[in-house]
């Protein structure tokens, strides 16, 4: 580490976790599993990627903990809020994703995160009926409960600090409204006026979480923090701030793959994309309103790396559809279908077809841990506001769009700002060499 300028990672890291369902206790089970050396961390940049930082014949490849100050797996203390009352080990059973020899070892400290009461509105997630729920009085009584909470979870867990991490269900699609999203001070009337149309629980966890000095990721495809009002809090917070939707099967994909296509300077005719589903998520993701959520993130990732103005030969009025079934049978093993129209020379038509048979959560829990790292680690560095250079772990990256800012969905350059980003806070120059 050269001449950096981060605070050390000592003492306690809490993890609170909004909703403790199949991605949350796939994350907990497979930390708690490695700290015991009984699993490996597989997929996590943080645990495995190494970068180059300096050049000629200084330059060094290094694992990310060594060029700057991670917190260590050993000091993580996971908590949770769920709608259902059920401990970690109870929802990681439940979830089917990991086997029980998996879960069993690390049983006991699972059973001990005991979801917090939620935050929650029917009307936001109107799939769900569990009774784990706060009562609240308005919106802003909401936020300040969970203010509480994580107020108590650091003092009881002895933390040095705390990230919130949103992988709860998807809510309803919440469109900006001006007048409400705008300002923090319009966003602090209206939850004070109770406007349940327009503040959903998800923005009273994120805006505690900001007050009490904890960087907030959203993981699902929730406009939660990507208002203006929000950036305004985490400008005045100085907290970071990521999101938004764990870019994990699919979208992985189409951003890795139409690099290909925009590359070579292939046209592109359509892209159809469905997935099947069968876990919670899937179930949430049947009900319309909580599709458009997901359908607005994954529409946007192509429009940024195949952009029809810069190549009008190849690019104008491609036909992008994606679509979710939720299909009970596969449970947590999502399959992705691709199907790519493509044309080449003399405009010749061409198909690719790609079938990704995953597992959504195994896909989901090495984001988790490298979100929550590396948020915390900007929180040290002083960085604050929309962090892009986490864009590359997101389907659907934030980004100023009051200012016409594009956001940067193209796989390899989002791992060009990573490495960057931590070159620089690892007091190393940032550049633009490939390795
Ligand atoms: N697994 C993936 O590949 C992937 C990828 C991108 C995004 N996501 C998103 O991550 C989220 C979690 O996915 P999952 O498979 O774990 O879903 P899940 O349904 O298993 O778990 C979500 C949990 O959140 C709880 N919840 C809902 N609203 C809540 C609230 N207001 N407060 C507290 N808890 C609440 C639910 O009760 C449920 O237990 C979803 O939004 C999903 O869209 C997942």
Redesign the pocket.
């Known amino acids: 580490m050269e001449n950096m300028n981060v605070k050390p990672a000592t003492g306690k890291l809490g993890v609170l976790c909004?909703?403790?369902?199949?991605?949350?206790s796939t994350f907990m089970t497979g930390v708690l599993m490695a700290r015991k050396g009984l699993a490996k961390p597989v997929g996590s940049m943080t645990q495995y990627d190494k970068m180059r930082v300096g050049r000629g014949e200084n330059k060094k490849y290094l694992r990310y903990g060594e060029i700057v100050p991670l917190a260590d797996l050993n000091d993580i203390v996971f908590g949770a809020?769920?709608?259902?009352p059920a401990n970690a080990y109870e929802?990681a059973i439940n979830?089917e994703v990991l086997k029980e020899r998996d879960i069993n070892p690390v049983k006991e400290e699972l059973e001990k995160i005991v979801p917090m009461k939620?935050?929650?509105d029917k009307k936001?997630?109107s799939r769900?009926d569990?009774d784990n729920v706060k009562e609240c009085k308005d919106r802003w009584d909401m936020m300040e409960q969970v203010r509480e909470d994580i107020r108590n979870f650091k003092a009881a867990n002895d933390c040095e600090r705390i990230v919130v991490l949103w992988?709860?269900?998807?809510?309803v699609y919440v469109p900006v409204v001006p007048e409400v999203h705008n300002t923090l001070a319009d966003m602090e009337a209206a939850m004070k006026a109770d406007d349940q149309e327009n503040i959903a629980?998800?923005m009273c966890?994120a805006m505690a979480a900001l007050l009490e000095g904890a960087p907030f990721i959203m993981?699902?495809?929730n406009t939660t923090v990507d208002i203006p009002a929000m950036w305004e809090l985490a400008e005045k917070t100085k907290m970071p701030i990521a999101g938004k939707?764990?870019?994990?099967?699919q979208t992985l994909v189409k951003s890795g793959f139409a690099p290909i296509i925009g590359t070579r300077c292939l046209g592109l005719r359509g892209w159809f994309s469905t997935n099947i589903l069968g876990?919670?998520?899937g179930?949430?993701?049947d009900e319309p309103a909580n599709f458009r959520t997901?359908e607005v993130s994954k529409l946007s990732t192509l429009e940024s790396i195949l952009v029809p103005e810069e190549q009008p030969d190849l690019y104008t009025d491609y036909y992008h559809k994606v679509r979710i079934n939720y299909y009970p049978p596969r449970n947590?093993d999502?399959e992705g279908w691709d199907n790519i129209d493509i044309f080449g020379w003399m405009g010749y038509p061409m198909q690719i077809k790609i079938d990704f048979l995953c597992r959504?959560?195994i896909?989901?829990a090495p984001l988790c841990l490298d979100l929550v790292l590396l948020s915390d680690l900007a929180a040290r560095a002083g960085r604050y506001g929309t962090q892009r250079f986490l864009s590359f772990f997101l389907?659907s990256p934030m980004h100023d769009y009051t200012q016409g800012e594009i956001p940067v969905n193209h796989l390899f350059q989002q791992y060009a700002i990573l490495k960057n980003a931590i070159r620089e806070m690892g007091g190393y120059e940032a550049d633009q060499e490939i390795d």
């Open positions: 909004v909703g403790l369902g199949a991605v949350t809020w769920d709608v259902y929802s979830a939620a935050a929650f936001f997630a769900l569990g992988a709860a269900s998807t809510e629980p998800s966890y993981g699902a495809p939707d764990f870019k994990t099967g876990n919670r998520d179930l949430v993701l997901k947590d999502k959504d959560s896909l989901a389907k």
